[in-house]
């Protein structure tokens, strides 16, 4: 039954040897739910590196040895014989009960948010490469069906969408939608912050689903973002933004407010600035994302000269 098992989910089992094997998982809850916690298993040992793959193939191993194998393949196999013999003798009987058999799992949601305050990549199931920054969470199928391919956004990501003209790819936000058919983009879509989308190759549309007003489309080199007054262009002459993908964080003459409020979604902590002379002083730097938070405050003070109380109870920093 293991030797079954494996092929099934390795896509080697002829379409009969299919439909016997999940008619007796629909009908055993027991067997349904192990089926489905090694589905899972097989969808989130896909997002490990390829230097992982022996130590995850043993745990996936080692969940199907705990089936009990004899009582399974016994079912199946009546079942498979069953099917074959009635199927030569009545084959036009047994369409209708063909068409009842249960279909194969349907997609579900894949959630996933980098570990700590790091950036993680990884590719979806289409071919289209992912970059999540610290704090952020995407979610989207383990497989894209229907006409289209959405996944959901909280945080930053950038995209290198894998081109498919007849599945367009969207981007849902907490405030609009970002719709593309093979393109590189970035997208800041933090809670409680406008969101902003940057094109970096070929073209997109974004649309508010809460307007009538048409789909707004931007050239590379592009950002948009929406206000209360509408759609906002503005031109990025470099993309050293885009520099956070590997673990750098780069700020070009903005003020000092805006990296502290930066620095608050990356790293998960309450900073108040007490000083409004220095929260509009603006600011060039480089931080490395390994360094810390606590190392970034240290250089930046010894240029501003400000004072730092940190209380670990409330996470929060108060800046003076």
């Not at 009635?86 to 579900?108: H, I, K, M």
Request: glycine share 4%; charged share 30%; with cysteine.
């Amino acid at each position: 039954m293991e030797e079954m098992l494996h092929k099934y989910f390795a896509d080697e089992l002829t379409p009969l040897e299919k439909r016997a094997l999940l008619e007796v998982v629909e009908k055993d809850p027991e067997l349904r739910k192990e089926f489905c916690r090694i589905q899972n298993l097989k969808a989130v040992s896909s997002l490990f590196p390829a230097s992982s793959d022996a130590e995850t193939a043993t745990r996936k191993l080692a969940a199907l040895k705990r089936i009990n194998h004899r009582s399974i393949y016994r079912q199946v196999a009546v079942y498979a014989a069953a099917m074959l013999v009635v199927g030569f003798a009545l084959w036009g009987l047994l369409q209708p009960l063909t068409r009842s058999l249960p279909e194969e799992p349907s997609a579900y949601m894949i959630e996933v948010t980098p570990p700590g305050n790091r950036t993680k990549s990884f590719r979806l199931s289409d071919g289209t490469v992912v970059w999540l920054n610290a704090q952020s969470v995407l979610r989207y199928p383990n497989k894209f069906t229907g006409n289209e391919r959405r996944v959901e956004l909280t945080g930053e990501a950038f995209f290198e969408v894998a081109e498919n003209q007849e599945m367009p790819f969207i981007v849902t936000t907490g405030q609009y939608d970002i719709r593309v058919l093979g393109t590189k983009f970035n997208v800041f879509a933090y809670k409680d912050h406008n969101v902003k989308t940057s094109l970096v190759e070929g073209s997109l549309e974004v649309v508010n689903p809460e307007q009538e007003a048409p789909p707004v489309r931007i050239r590379p080199y592009e950002s948009i973002v929406w206000e209360q007054d509408g759609w906002q262009r503005s031109v990025f002459e470099d993309s050293e933004f885009l520099l956070w993908r590997d673990g750098i964080y780069v700020f070009n003459d903005v003020p000092f407010i805006e990296i502290v409020n930066k620095l608050e979604l990356y790293y998960n902590t309450n900073i108040i600035v007490n000083n409004e002379t220095l929260a509009q002083y603006r600011f060039n730097a480089k931080f490395r994302q390994d360094d810390g938070l606590e190392s970034i405050l240290k250089t930046m003070k010894k240029i501003f000269r400000f004072k730092i109380d940190e209380d670990r109870e409330t996470n929060t920093i108060k800046i003076e």
